[in-house]
Protein backbone atom coordinates (compact mmCIF):
# COMPACT_ATOMS: atom_id res chain seq x y z
CA UNK A 1 0.00 0.00 0.00
CA UNK A 2 1.38 3.32 -0.84
CA UNK A 3 0.31 6.38 0.96
CA UNK A 4 -0.55 9.63 -0.91
CA UNK A 5 1.38 12.36 0.58
CA UNK A 6 -1.71 15.66 1.40
CA UNK A 7 0.60 18.23 -0.11
CA UNK A 8 1.74 19.42 -3.69
CA UNK A 9 4.89 21.33 -3.36
CA UNK A 10 7.57 22.78 -6.58
CA UNK A 11 11.06 21.76 -6.51
CA UNK A 12 12.86 24.81 -8.45
CA UNK A 13 16.15 23.64 -9.65
CA UNK A 14 18.64 26.44 -9.99
CA UNK A 15 20.03 27.43 -13.42
CA UNK A 16 23.66 28.49 -12.70
CA UNK A 17 24.90 32.01 -14.11
CA UNK A 18 27.80 33.14 -15.73
CA UNK A 19 30.34 36.08 -15.80
CA UNK A 20 31.10 38.83 -17.86
CA UNK A 21 33.46 36.05 -19.43
CA UNK A 22 31.40 33.60 -19.54
CA UNK A 23 32.64 31.20 -16.72
CA UNK A 24 30.30 29.44 -13.88
CA UNK A 25 29.40 31.96 -11.68
CA UNK A 26 28.54 30.59 -7.86
CA UNK A 27 25.51 33.06 -8.57
CA UNK A 28 22.52 30.55 -8.69
CA UNK A 29 19.20 31.81 -10.45
CA UNK A 30 15.39 30.48 -9.01
CA UNK A 31 13.28 33.27 -11.58
CA UNK A 32 10.68 32.21 -14.09
CA UNK A 33 13.21 30.52 -17.01
CA UNK A 34 14.44 27.79 -13.97
CA UNK A 35 13.28 24.41 -14.20
CA UNK A 36 10.26 23.64 -11.78
CA UNK A 37 8.53 20.20 -10.81
CA UNK A 38 5.24 19.39 -8.65
CA UNK A 39 5.77 16.69 -6.35
CA UNK A 40 3.75 15.29 -3.29
CA UNK A 41 5.05 15.72 -0.01
CA UNK A 42 4.29 16.23 3.50
CA UNK A 43 4.64 20.09 4.90
CA UNK A 44 5.33 20.09 8.84
CA UNK A 45 5.80 23.11 10.86
CA UNK A 46 8.86 22.99 13.11
CA UNK A 47 9.93 26.19 14.63
CA UNK A 48 9.70 30.36 14.58
CA UNK A 49 11.74 33.04 15.50
CA UNK A 50 12.68 36.84 15.48
CA UNK A 51 16.04 37.45 15.98
CA UNK A 52 16.76 41.84 16.99
CA UNK A 53 19.05 43.22 14.16
CA UNK A 54 19.57 46.94 14.16
CA UNK A 55 17.30 48.30 11.11
CA UNK A 56 15.68 45.37 10.68
CA UNK A 57 13.36 42.99 11.74
CA UNK A 58 13.06 39.34 10.26
CA UNK A 59 10.71 36.53 10.89
CA UNK A 60 12.51 32.74 9.97
CA UNK A 61 10.42 30.25 9.88
CA UNK A 62 11.47 26.43 10.43
CA UNK A 63 9.56 23.81 8.05
CA UNK A 64 10.30 20.06 7.80
CA UNK A 65 9.05 18.26 4.02
CA UNK A 66 8.73 14.55 3.61
CA UNK A 67 8.65 13.30 0.30
CA UNK A 68 9.69 10.30 -2.22
CA UNK A 69 10.79 12.57 -4.64
CA UNK A 70 14.68 13.14 -4.88
CA UNK A 71 15.97 17.05 -4.08
CA UNK A 72 19.07 18.49 -3.75
CA UNK A 73 20.90 20.67 -1.29
CA UNK A 74 20.52 23.75 -3.79
CA UNK A 75 16.80 23.33 -4.50
CA UNK A 76 14.43 25.54 -3.23
CA UNK A 77 10.60 24.79 -2.42
CA UNK A 78 7.30 26.62 -3.24
CA UNK A 79 3.97 26.05 -1.56
CA UNK A 80 1.27 28.01 -0.80
CA UNK A 81 2.71 31.04 -2.25
CA UNK A 82 5.69 30.84 0.10
CA UNK A 83 9.62 30.27 -1.01
CA UNK A 84 11.64 28.08 1.20
CA UNK A 85 15.32 27.66 1.16
CA UNK A 86 16.67 24.25 1.89
CA UNK A 87 19.25 24.14 5.33
CA UNK A 88 21.82 21.46 4.58
CA UNK A 89 21.79 18.36 2.84
CA UNK A 90 18.61 16.30 2.38
CA UNK A 91 18.67 13.07 4.39
CA UNK A 92 17.81 9.77 2.50
CA UNK A 93 16.06 7.04 3.61
CA UNK A 94 16.29 3.83 1.82
CA UNK A 95 14.64 0.71 3.09
CA UNK A 96 14.80 -2.69 2.51
CA UNK A 97 11.67 -2.73 0.92
CA UNK A 98 10.02 0.23 -1.22
CA UNK A 99 11.15 3.38 -2.17
CA UNK A 100 13.59 5.52 -0.52
CA UNK A 101 12.13 8.55 1.32
CA UNK A 102 13.83 12.23 1.75
CA UNK A 103 13.74 14.26 4.93
CA UNK A 104 14.35 18.32 4.02
CA UNK A 105 15.05 20.87 6.49
CA UNK A 106 13.62 24.13 5.17
CA UNK A 107 14.09 27.79 5.97
CA UNK A 108 11.87 31.06 5.22
CA UNK A 109 13.17 34.52 6.21
CA UNK A 110 10.86 37.52 5.54
CA UNK A 111 11.64 41.38 6.32
Known amino acids: MRVQLPHIVTFVDPLEGEDQYGNPSPALFYGPGAPRRDVRGY??????????????QPVISRWRLFTYAPVGPRDQVEWRGRTFRIDGMPEVWEPAFGRPRFWVRLVEVEG
Open 43 to 56: MQPHTGSEPVEAGR
